[in-house]
Every structure is written in C-alpha cells, then in structure tokens.
C-alpha cells in the first residue's frame, strides 16, 4: 500500500523518511553507526530520528565498522532489525570479516535456524573532491559475497522504497547510496549549475510507507540503437550524454546489482543487438566484467558489435584529477556513437 500524498524531497530526505517510517512501524528496528544519533550523521540522513524515537533505537556507536556490523550481526540474530551506517563506504574494510564471514553466511551455517536481516548503508562514489579515501565504489566486492545483496539507488523515489524493502528482508543488504546525488541529479558537467531534486520527477515522494522491489531493474529511457546499463550516480551522466550525441539509447537502471535482474537486460540487448556498460568504480575485476559475461551467456547470438565497458580507471580516486577519473558524458558519449556506427 502507498501513502499518495507526495512531496519534494532531496534523496538524502528521502533515505530519511524511509528509516522514519520503519521504526514507526516495527519496534524491531534499530538505526545506529558513528554520529548518526544526536549529530544526525555526517549527511545528515538521521537528523531527527533520535530525538524522535529515543537513544535506545537510534544510536552512537564508537569509530569501530568491525564492532558496528558485529553488534548488528547479533541483534539480528536475535529478532532485531538493524540499519546501520558506515560513514562513507571507503570505511568498509575493517568490517570485512564480520559481513563476509558471518552476516553473509548466518542462514546457511545455522540450517535456517537463524537469519540475518540487516541493512548497511554507506555513501559511496565520488564526484564531491573526496581523494583516494572519501570516493570509492566497492560494490563488485560484496556481489562476489554468496549471501549477500547489492542495491544502489539513483534517485529520491527509489532510495525510499528500497530502503524500505532492504529493512524488510531477511537477509543482509549492502545498500549503498551514491553521494553526489544526495541533493541533485548529475549530469557529469561539473562546472555547470546544479539542479536540485525539486526540479526533477523522481523527486516527488511519497510521505508515507511503500516499496520499491529488490532485484528488479527498471527501463529508465526506452530506445532501440544501443543498449545501456548503469546505477547510481551514471544513470544520469548517461541520460546526458545519450542526449548530447542524439543516439537512440535504451537506458537501463539496474538499481539492485546483485541478485541483477537479467530478464529486463537481456529483453533490452535482443531489441537492440548492442550494449553500453558504465560505472564510476575501477575496471578492472569492476561489475562491469560480469554484466558482459552474463550478456555473452544470454545474448551471444544477438550481439551486433562486442559490449563496452565505460569506468573509472585502475588508479587510487585522484583528487587533482578527478573528472578525467569520472566517466564523464564525453566518454560515454564516445562509446555509444561506437557502439552504434560499428557495423552498421
């Protein structure tokens, strides 16, 4: 069921909103991290919801990602329904073990005796001059996790319903949350003004409960020349330079990477017989290298031309460089116009 009255939000307001009416609706749900409490965490996603639901469901935690996701793991475990925040994904690393080797493996280890419903967000990509440890996009590693779900939004709407459903499931979501569209979409120009979120459809939210569905792509621009797969913060930037290079691109937000809805890509890449693949994250061993092995295994014997990738490079996140890092619409716009001429 959805609340029909809407409002305009930031996707920050939205991720807000969603945890606002979870822990109305189920007094399982727990929201804890570093500084999400009283400081309303370093976006202020939480802002508010301490002060509202009391310092036994949303919480400070001390500077320790282990100890977070360990805690979490636990409570689960034990009927709670954790949402915990790593401040920024980069921060992730320490807290390995507990959601690789124990969140990920809970279900299976115990028979289905125990389950592991757990929710960890954690701002991820760059675009914000956030150097080597502020811009990382690690999601590939956790789809190498069996157990484990991958969800990326890429707009207000979707991050709420998401969000909603990761804390509804009963196993463990990696939910990340691409920062450089916290307030605004972005078309990969930098150095022109930023639109807000006002400004756009995917900005009007529904105030109350919904979900969006977890492992379902969505077509976020229909077209018949090249198929394009993206999440997050590229949704945009490909929308952009589609336009920019006046190709017929079929666009496609995956929005849950990992279980990745197949069925959509490949009616997608059968219409078109090309295929376009984009993210911010390194190239090398990216997500991007299994989307192209699933296209090869579903979609050999309707491939007009080889599938590209578009990425970030296998370098550290520069800071001085950052947008000849950030697969920019020029790139992207390159490799579309490639994609459609070759053969043709």
């Known amino acids: 069921m959805t609340d029909q009255t809407a409002v305009a939000m930031t996707m920050i307001q939205a991720l807000r909103s969603a945890m606002d009416v979870m822990l109305a609706r189920d007094d399982n749900v727990v929201v804890f991290g570093q500084d999400v409490g009283y400081f309303g965490g370093v976006f202020r996603c939480t802002e508010g919801l301490q002060e509202k639901y009391g310092k036994t469901r949303v919480f400070d935690t001390p500077i320790s990602e282990g ?7 636990g409570m689960a475990a034990y009927g709670l329904r954790p949402v915990v925040e790593i401040q920024f994904a980069d921060y992730f690393y ?3 073990d507990q959601i690789v080797s124990e969140a990920a493996r809970l279900r299976y280890r115990s028979a289905g005796d125990y389950i592991a419903p757990l929710t960890i967000r954690m701002p991820s990509g760059g675009g914000i001059y956030g150097g080597q440890t502020h811009s990382q996009s690690p999601e590939a590693i956790f789809t190498h996790v069996a ?27 990696i939910f990340l949350e691409p920062k450089r569209v916290y307030n605004g979409p ?77 069925g959509t890509i490949t009616q997608s ?3 078109t017989g090309r295929c376009v693949i984009v993210h911010e994250a ?14 090869q295994e579903h979609c050999f014997y309707h491939l007009e031309v080889p599938t590209q990738r578009v990425t970030g490079w296998d370098t550290p996140y520069p800071h001085a460089h950052e947008w000849s890092y950030f697969p920019g619409p020029k790139r992207i716009g390159k490799a579309l116009v490639h994609a459609v001429r070759e053969l043709s």
Request: hydrophobic content about 45%.
């Open 147 to 173: 157990g484990l779900k991958v969800v990326i939004p890429s707009n207000p709407y979707d991050a709420k319903g998401l969000l909603i459903a990761a804390i509804e499931a009963n196993d463990p979501i």
């Open 186 to 262: 972005f078309d990969g120009h930098h150095d022109r003004p930023i639109v807000p979120w006002t400004e756009h459809p995917k900005g009007q939210v529904p105030t109350g409960y919904y979900r969006v569905p977890l492992e379902a792509a969505t077509v976020v621009q229909p077209g018949q020349d090249v198929t394009v797969l993206t999440y997050g913060t590229m949704v945009h930037v490909c929308l952009a330079a589609a336009q920019e290079v006046a190709v017929d691109a079929e666009i496609i937000d995956l929005r849950t990477i990992w279980p990745v809805d197949i």
């Open 269 to 271: 890449i059968k219409k």
């Open 94 to 96: 320490p807290a390995t």
């Open 282 to 295: 390194t190239q090398t061993s990216g997500f991007a290298a299994e989307l192209t092995t699933l296209i």
């Open 67 to 73: 100890g977070i996701v360990g805690a979490a793991v």
